[in-house]
T-cell receptor, first 115, second 115 residues
Framework: NAGVMQNPRHLVRRRGQEARLRCSPM?????VYWYRQLPEEGLKFMVY????????ESGMPKERFSAEFPKEGPSILRIQQVVRGDSAAYFC?????????????FGPGTRLTVL | AQSVTQLDSQVPVFEEAPVELRCNYS??????LFWYVQYPNQGLQLLLK??????LVKGINGFEAEFNKSQTSFHLRKPSVHISDTAEYFC?????????????FGGGTRVLVKP
């Protein structure tokens, strides 16, 4: 049973470009969470999605960031017009249900570097 | 809103010695509590979680944690560490009854086990 897959593992962008981060949840999981880890900090919640729905995006910056989880295919975190401050590790996690009794399984992360 | 404080950013410890990692939280509602471990360049792995019941929780790899409601703490312990326990450890909480299992993380404690 494959774990949570994220790609690319490393992504380098120049200021002003777009970054697209992909997350394939574990088989049978329909709940996806995205977290951002800035250098020397803990993870910060960004967005929680179920298939085709954004449930909670309270941690998403108001501009340039968007997320989707289509009926088919991976979840996508999209960052438009990247800036140096977007350099971070982005992790997604998936679970079977939304309950806290259900463990979130994390992917290996995408490390974004903005030059 | 919730917040989590991990009082030690780094903890050096000798192999086979005990270790305690401190975690305090603040929340206006009841929460579930978690400890995750992050090995270098990997995603997070759940060590243990407290949902209800006995305040002493046993997890994987010989770790345990004790929930103290009056002190709003959830300290992690291991009686004898191995070199392989070198990693970063994150304490996290999520509020009961909220939609989804949005985790709020502490800043992390980096454990370095020395031979």
């Amino acid at each position: 049973n494959a774990g949570v897959m994220q790609n690319p593992r490393h992504l380098v962008r120049r200021r002003g470009q777009e970054a697209r981060l992909r997350c394939s949840p574990m088989k049978g999981h329909s709940h996806v969470y995205w977290y951002r880890q800035l250098p020397e900090e803990g993870l910060k919640f960004m967005v929680y999605l179920q298939k085709e729905n954004i449930i909670d995006e309270s941690g998403m910056p108001k501009e340039r960031f968007s997320a989707e989880f289509p009926k088919e295919g991976p979840s996508i975190l999209r960052i438009q017009q990247v800036v140096r401050g977007d350099s971070a590790a982005y992790f997604c996690a998936s679970s079977t249900t939304s309950g806290a009794t259900d463990t979130q399984y994390f992917g290996p992360g995408t490390r974004l570097t903005v030059l | 809103a919730q917040s989590v404080t991990q009082l030690d950013s780094q903890v050096p410890v000798f192999e086979e010695a005990p270790v305690e990692l401190r975690c305090n939280y603040s929340s206006s509602v009841s929460v579930y509590l978690f400890w995750y471990v992050q090995y270098p360049n990997q995603g997070l792995q759940l060590l243990l979680k407290y949902l209800s019941g006995s305040t002493l929780v046993k997890g994987i790899n010989g770790f345990e944690a004790e929930f103290n409601k009056s002190q709003t703490s959830f300290h992690l312990r291991k009686p004898s560490v191995h070199i392989s326990d070198t990693a970063e450890y994150f304490c996290a909480v999520s509020p009961l009854g909220a939609a989804g299992n949005k985790l709020t993380f502490g800043g992390g404690t980096r454990v370095l086990v020395k031979p």
